[in-house]
């Protein structure tokens, strides 16, 4: 049965709005701590990141985009030569052959250029609607928010969303998050989970939000 989500009560429109009035209060107007120049190099970072560390890709890409930052230069690297680069990222084999076959798209079909449509990007290898949301979000094309472990476990936490896939999370959360807040609002949640609402022992004496989380209890003096 499709599910048929309630509008928030005004009170907990209330709590959402203070929500993220505070988390744009404390943590400001954050990107993505992955390292890019261009959305070609975004968008390889993003792919690379999918189950692998910010700080892991980073690594990697640091090497390779001092050689190659073009679909065209990677495109010539081939797989062989790209592999080495990112062989300390999980699924790296798979990652390589995606990259590979994206820049062959890009420079076929759109010139080398990154097509900044969610179906377009969503079409290319590799690139799925998490990778599209990140993309799209990150160079201010469009609002999204994509859900990743961090965003889906601070969205339970927080009680903003039941949902049970990361799509019904994510449409939980565009249709409650206040409008003026939808840009940065993944971020934040990305930056909470990351570094205050871990996945085993929360840090809610460090939480900007405690006093307004249902689950502050759940983890007082665990």
């Not at 928030?8 to 505070?22: C, G, Q, S, T, V």
């Not at 995606?98 to 590799?126: D, F, H, T, W």
């Not at 809610?204 to 689950?215: K, Q, R, T, Y």
Request: overall charge positive.
């Amino acid at each position: 049965m499709k599910r048929k989500p309630r509008p928030p009560a005004p009170k907990e429109r209330e709590r959402i709005k203070a929500l993220f009035d505070r988390f744009a209060a404390h943590l400001g107007d954050p990107k993505t701590e992955l390292d890019y120049s261009s959305p070609f190099t975004l968008l390889v970072a993003v792919v690379l990141s999918a189950q692998a560390t910010d700080k892991s890709v980073n690594k990697a890409t640091e090497r390779l985009y001092a050689v190659a930052d073009t679909p065209q230069q990677i495109l010539d690297l081939g797989e062989a030569g790209l592999t080495p680069y990112i062989a300390s990222i999980g699924l790296f084999r798979t990652k390589a052959k995606n990259v590979i076959a994206l820049s062959r798209i890009l420079i076929e079909r759109y010139g080398g250029e990154v097509p900044l449509q969610r179906e377009a990007l969503m079409a290319l290898p590799g690139v799925g609607r998490k990778t599209a949301s990140v993309v799209l979000n990150e160079l201010d094309v469009e609002p999204a928010i994509a859900v990743d472990t961090h965003v889906y476990r601070v969205a339970h936490r927080l009680k903003l969303s039941a949902g049970k896939t990361p799509d019904q999370v994510e449409a939980d959360l565009m249709r409650i998050v206040p409008p003026e807040r939808l840009t940065r609002a993944h971020h934040w949640l990305i930056l909470h989970g990351r570094y205050v609402c871990v996945a085993r022992k929360p840090k809610c004496g460090e939480c900007i939000v405690a006093d307004l989380c249902p689950s502050r209890e759940l983890f007082l003096g665990g």
